[in-house]
């Protein structure tokens, strides 16, 4: 099988939109192809930072994993990892299983963390009414718009998240400790937690709290090229103005409120997941407006086709969601290079 590439959009490099080149393609068809030529996959991949492989008809787990593997990728279960989901088949997730009024605001996965993914693979089963979209940010780029000093400061404390994760799911918190670990064997949670890094203190109530330090930039294993990587924004308690910029007035407004309770109680416990410097120390909310303005002007974004397949750099690339209208349904797997 013949490809042909070419931009999605005219001034990014991301994602490049690759279509059988007679017209008519397949899902096996594609993984044929993936598996015959993994250099030049992993080359366009480099190089773009995501590709969206549309007329394939990727739109079932089977189809996904099949891509997955035939192309040489590993899979990484995602112990650890915050958002809520849960596993469909084999190594193939929902993308998200939070509620649709709900944005997600641009990450790169699991960058909280020490063990993330080297890329992710997306399959849309089914678009949604309206919105939805994932949305796209180069990381190498969001670096360049954030000035100097901020860059330094925050290369030289690194990131503390602390996390307070209930035993059961909360109206703040939709994952519980059991879910996340995928156990309930507070002794497996440890184990995992110290082979991370990360300091685990059980709490009274029953739910865990969980401190670890990430850097903020990292080099591309491969272009060594330096990236803004991590998660500072998205659970800074200044996350209301995520969510007055996409239009969500009336959730920015309830947010803001949650903020100002949390800075005159600060022992109240209303902010379960946040961020601060490496060394405990505050991030202001200027520098925080500063860096998702930067996002912001990196996003790119693109309406869903069933049986659209969309593979990204996780480095090089953030991603998030849209709110949408109607059903939607977004498969993920997350996937390592071969040691």
């Known amino acids: 099988m013949q490809i042909e590439c070419k931009p999605l959009f005219e001034?990014?490099?991301f994602p490049q939109l690759i279509t059988p080149k007679s017209g008519q393609g397949d899902s096996a068809?594609?993984?044929?192809?993936a598996g015959a030529e993994p250099a030049q996959l992993r080359a366009l991949l480099l190089e773009h930072g995501a590709l969206l492989f549309r007329g394939f008809g990727i739109h079932n787990p089977d189809a996904l994993e099949a891509f997955n593997v035939a192309?040489?990728?590993?899979h990484l279960p995602y112990v650890r990892g915050v958002s809520p989901r849960h596993l469909v088949k084999g190594h193939v997730y929902t993308a998200t299983d939070l509620k649709n009024i709900y944005p997600i605001p641009l990450h790169n996965e699991m960058s909280y963390t020490r063990t993330f993914p080297d890329a992710i693979s997306?399959?849309?089963s089914e678009p949604p009414k309206s919105g939805g979209e994932t949305p796209l940010a180069d990381m190498s780029l969001v670096l360049e718009r954030i000035p100097e000093a901020i860059r330094s400061e925050f290369k030289d404390k690194q990131i503390l998240y602390v996390q307070d994760v209930p035993e059961k799911v909360t109206r703040l918190v939709p994952k519980s400790w059991p879910q996340m670990f995928d156990t309930t064997d507070r002794a497996v949670v440890d184990a995992a937690c110290e082979k991370q890094g990360i300091e685990a203190t059980w709490k009274a109530d029953g739910g865990v709290r969980l401190k670890s330090v990430c850097p903020a930039i990292v080099n591309h294993p491969k272009t060594k090229r330096p990236l803004w990587f991590n998660q500072a924004h998205v659970y800074h308690p200044s996350f209301a103005e995520e969510l007055w910029r996409i239009g969500l007035r009336g959730m920015a407004i309830?947010?803001?409120?949650l903020e100002f309770a949390a800075r005159r109680f600060p022992d109240a416990g209303l902010y379960p997941h946040r961020t601060c410097?490496?060394?405990g120390s505050t991030i202001c909310r200027r520098t925080m407006h500063i860096i998702r303005d930067a996002i912001w002007q990196e996003t790119r974004q693109f309406s869903w086709q069933r049986g659209d397949m969309l593979l990204i750099d996780n480095l090089q690339l953030a991603h998030g969601r849209t709110p949408f209208r109607?059903?939607?349904s977004v498969l993920a797997s997350l996937l390592v290079e071969p040691n």
């Open 11 to 13: 001034d990014t490099r």
């Open 29 to 33: 068809a594609l993984a044929d192809w």
């Open 71 to 74: 192309a040489g990728f590993g």
């Open 122 to 124: 997306f399959a849309c």
């Open 254 to 257: 309830g947010a803001a409120a």
């Open 277 to 279: 410097f490496g060394d």
């Open 326 to 328: 109607g059903r939607r």
